[in-house]
C-alpha cells in the first residue's frame, strides 16, 4: 500500500500563491507517476496536473496551463503543486494521486492510490 497526505491548502485572494505538498509513505517504490486532481462542490473530480515518477516528465489540464507547477523531490517522496495566479474558480478540494503506471495518465480511473484532499479556497 501507498500512503498519501496532501498539505498546504488555505484561503487566499485572487491573485496569490499557494505551493501544496503531498508526501508518500509505503510502497512508495511502485510508484509511477503522481498527479494533482480537484473537486469542487457539486461537480466531478477533474485532472490538474501530473508528474512521472522518474523522468520528471509532466502534464496539465489546460485550464491550469501557465500558472501551476507540479514538482517532485524523489529521496523526500513528496509531489509539490505551486499555484500561481489563483483565481476564484480554482476553488476547490485537491487531492493527490499515486499511478503504478505503466502509462502516464489524466484519467482518475487510472490512479490507484488517493490521498484525502487538502481545500483550496480562493476569495474574489
Known amino acids: 500500500q501507498v500512503q498519501l497526505v496532501e498539505s498546504g491548502g488555505g484561503l487566499v485572494q485572487a491573485g496569490d500563491s499557494l505551493r501544496l505538498s503531498c508526501a508518500a509513505s509505503?510502497?512508495?517504490?511502485?510508484?509511477?507517476?503522481m498527479g494533482w486532481f480537484r473537486q469542487a462542490p457539486g461537480k466531478e473530480r477533474e485532472f490538474v496536473a501530473a508528474?512521472?515518477?522518474?523522468?520528471?516528465?509532466?502534464y496539465y489540464a489546460d485550464s491550469v496551463k501557465g500558472r501551476f507547477t507540479i514538482s517532485r523531490d524523489n529521496a523526500k517522496s513528496t509531489v509539490y503543486l505551486q499555484m500561481n495566479s489563483l483565481k476564484p474558480e480554482d476553488t476547490a478540494l485537491y487531492y493527490c494521486?499515486?499511478?503504478?503506471?505503466?502509462?502516464?495518465?489524466?484519467?482518475?480511473?487510472?490512479?490507484?492510490?488517493w490521498g484525502q484532499g487538502t481545500q483550496v479556497t480562493v476569495s474574489s
Open positions: 509505503g510502497r512508495t517504490f511502485v510508484i509511477d507517476a
Open positions: 494521486a499515486a499511478d503504478r503506471g505503466p502509462r502516464f495518465s489524466a484519467l482518475v480511473g487510472a490512479y490507484d492510490y
Open positions: 508528474i512521472t515518477w522518474n523522468g520528471g516528465i509532466t
